[in-house]
């Protein structure tokens, strides 16, 4: 299940990302909806948010964890 979305930018791209409670961060490409990318992350995401354009705070049971994408 999907718990969060949020947009990210990656150089001049705008990507979006998805949170999911299968422990995954994964990046997609509204243009195409193609999936680009897959973050495996070690607690199932509870939220999602972008900040700084490029990184992604993600929310889990443990805390946030934060990633930079591109």
Do not use: K, Q
């Amino acid at each position: 299940m999907v718990t969060g979305v949020c947009a990210v930018r990656v150089g001049n791209r705008e990507l979006l990302a998805s949170a999911s409670n299968d422990r995954t961060v994964r990046i997609w490409d509204p243009a195409t909806g193609r999936l680009v990318h897959v973050i495996p992350v070690h607690y199932a995401a509870l939220g999602l948010a972008s900040f700084n354009h490029s990184s992604i705070a993600v929310g889990h049971s443990a805390g946030l964890l934060a990633l930079t994408v591109g």
